[in-house]
């Protein structure tokens, strides 16, 4: 994949922030969700920044016209909100509030199959029940807003657009070949899990555990990158669009 140079910043995020191109910038590599959660659940690099990137398969969509020689990169957010009880704010003002105070990215997940056994859910049948655990990383953080407006758009997320030669955009067009990057500065919790279980039947004879894990912080910056990490479009956090949203 070649990468493009010689492009225009993109202006547009839901005509709302700039864009800046940084096609000739590298990218610090990142470590796995998994890593990263253990290294923070361990004490490590709390307080600071941490680079974490969107799950492939989590929604960023990548588009080009064209008649205009635009790219048009977006990644979904309306509908992502952390729904887990420390999230949940029974007496915000839906007016200027959302009742869940923090929003997520997923991360990535993870399954292991442990060892089976045989049991007997149903009377004089006994069968052998699997034991499945899947662990679901998340990016947790509070400041959307920092980065949009607050809506009603069922669209709304991060957006950018550059303009590119079709030779150029082609291949930022292939499944995985773009994802979205976020800079995230860690906060107190720093980490977060709930576990739910399902015990096996007959009719489903899987003992399942789900474990949701989440890092906790502020973004700081999200970027959307090339598979060879080189950074097509950032979009910094205007904090002071708190005020304009609601948010305490």
């Known amino acids: 994949m070649t990468h493009p140079t010689s492009t225009q910043p993109g202006l547009l995020l839901r005509g709302f922030l700039l864009l800046f191109l940084a096609g000739s910038l590298q990218a ?7 890593a990263s959660y253990q290294a923070v659940a361990a004490g490590e690099g709390r307080g600071e920044d941490i680079l974490l990137a969107a799950a492939p398969d989590s929604g960023l969509e990548v588009s080009y016209d064209a008649a205009s020689r635009r790219l048009h990169l977006h990644y979904p957010m309306a509908f992502n909100q952390l729904t887990e009880g420390w999230s949940w704010r029974p007496l915000a003002d839906p007016a ?12 990535g997940s993870v399954n292991e199959e442990r060892d089976s056994y045989v049991g007997e859910d ?3 049948e006994p069968e052998t029940m699997r034991v499945l655990w899947r662990y679901d990383y998340f990016l947790a953080f509070d400041n959307l807003y920092d980065f949009m407006p607050r809506g009603t758009d069922d669209e709304a997320g991060f957006d950018a657009e550059l303009t590119l030669e079709p030779e150029q955009a082609a291949p930022l067009l292939e499944p995985g070949a773009v994802s979205l990057i976020a800079r995230v500065h860690l906060q107190d919790p720093y980490v977060s899990e709930s576990t739910t279980f399902w015990k096996a039947i007959h009719a489903r004879p899987t003992d399942f555990t789900l474990k949701k894990r989440y890092l906790i912080g502020e973004v700081e910056e999200i970027r959307f990158v090339t598979g060879q990490n080189r950074v097509l479009a950032q979009l910094p956090r205007h904090p002071q669009q ?5 948010k305490p």
């Open 28 to 34: 610090a590599p990142w470590p796995s969700p998994v």
């Open 96 to 107: 200027s509030e959302d009742y869940y105070r923090f929003k997520y990215l997923p991360l």
């Open 122 to 124: 149903k009377i004089g």
């Open 242 to 246: 708190k005020q304009q949203s609601g």
